[in-house]
Nanobody, 125 residues
Framework: VQLQASGGGLVQPGESLSLSCTVSGSILDYYAIVWFRQAPGKEREGLASIASRLGSTYYADSVKGRFAISKDNNKNTVYLELKSLQPEDTAVYHC???????????????????WGQGTLVTVSS
């Protein structure tokens, strides 16, 4: 399985950005796709998940209302819309696969089966 995140860049505080995660094969082969980020010197932080078939979504409290996850099954791509970005959102953003499901929390990194290279988002004036 290969996942490729793209769309990162340098933005100013308050601006928006749209990230894409392309999955090799069909995303319908997996239970859910997750977006997470890792800032320098910090642990991985799960941000949002989307169930591949049902389309149900789940967000971390830290990004609820600012970030939005969506998918295009035909393109095998999952998106993350980031709004009202702040310097503390600076991180490398990755996507991960939950192959069969999860036990307690889809945003817990122990639930993730695969993840790929991320894309850097830098928020600075």
């Amino acid at each position: 399985v290969q996942l490729q995140a793209s769309g990162g860049g340098l933005v100013q505080p308050g601006e928006s950005l749209s990230l894409s995660c392309t999955v090799s094969g069909s995303i319908l082969d997996y239970y859910a796709i997750v977006w997470f980020r890792q800032a320098p010197g910090k642990e991985r932080e799960g941000l949002a998940s989307i169930a591949s078939r049902l389309g149900s979504t789940y967000y971390a409290d830290s990004v609820k209302g600012r970030f939005a996850i969506s998918k295009d099954n035909n393109k095998n791509t999952v998106y993350l819309e980031l709004k009202s970005l702040q310097p503390e959102d600076t991180a490398v953003y990755h996507c991960a696969i939950l192959r069969l499901g999860y036990s307690t929390d889809p945003l817990d990194e122990r639930e993730w089966d695969y993840w790929g290279q991320g894309t850097l988002v830098t928020v600075s004036s």
